[in-house]
């Protein structure tokens, strides 16, 4: 596996980098898997595939802050992105892999693999949590999401690491859909940083999937006119 720790100016680039790399996967002959590391510095809102605009985002509070909001190819909740998050994507190849078959499979397998690989930094009581968070002492760290295609998948998520929670509070309203564990929680107290280095958490991942060498074939081209052409235009972050 190949490794890339980019981060682009706009959140827009960042969303469709993560796009345009398994597309560049899915449609060449090259095998590469590979995981990518970001870092935004700006806030912003991101909803799922089939996030709804109206019922998800404080949007009167999104537009007050001016706080963009954007829309991802992949399915899972609406979040706020920010300084003191750190993002991974992996793209996988699901040929004659069995744990990346479907996507229960494929959550298990992979949180498994990252909740082994963050345990000698957070200690044991790392656990897996609704479908697809990781969390620590019933409070959860990490959401995760993931995109299909045929060839490869992509599935990335986010890490909380020194994030201003409580902004949180400002501009998304806590979802009628939740895991059980949430417990109708505040996200106050339902979500927690793990106040770690980034750089301790992307050595721990880049270790736990072999991930040695650096990607160099960055598709810039295809991620400037994804940029362009979908995540910047209101008939795609505004189509629910």
């Not at 109206?54 to 920010?82: F, M, W, Y």
């Not at 295609?149 to 902004?167: A, P, V």
Request: aromatic share 10%; proline share 5%.
């Amino acid at each position: 596996m190949k490794y890339l720790d980019m981060t682009f100016p706009t959140p827009q680039q960042n969303l469709a980098c993560d796009e345009a790399l398994i597309l560049g996967c899915e449609d060449s002959s090259h095998s590469d898997e590979l995981l990518r590391f970001w870092e935004p510095s700006d806030y912003f809102v991101v909803l799922g595939y089939s996030g709804k605009i109206h019922s998800e985002i404080d949007l009167a509070s999104c537009q007050a802050n001016s706080i963009p909001i954007l829309r991802r190819c992949s399915g899972g909740g609406t979040v706020l992105q920010g300084p003191g998050c750190l993002n991974y994507s992996l793209i996988l190849r699901i040929d004659h892999r069995d744990p990346l078959q479907g996507i229960s499979q494929t959550n298990s397998f992979v949180l498994g693999s990252l909740k082994q690989a963050l345990e000698p930094l957070i200690g044991a009581g790392v656990e897996i949590q609704g479908h697809t968070d990781l969390a620590v002492g019933m409070r959860k760290f990490s959401g995760n999401a993931q995109y299909r295609k045929r060839r490869f998948l992509l599935f990335h998520g986010t890490f909380l690491l020194h994030f201003d929670i409580s902004f949180l509070e400002k501009l998304l309203p806590v979802p009628s859909k939740q895991p059980v564990y949430r417990q109708n929680r505040k996200h106050e107290t339902f979500l927690t940083n793990l106040n770690l280095p980034p750089d301790n958490i992307k050595e721990a991942v880049k270790q736990s999937w072999s991930a040695g060498e650096e990607f160099k074939n960055i598709p810039f081209e295809a991620i400037e006119r994804l940029a362009r052409e979908r995540y910047s235009r209101d008939e795609w972050n505004f189509k629910f």
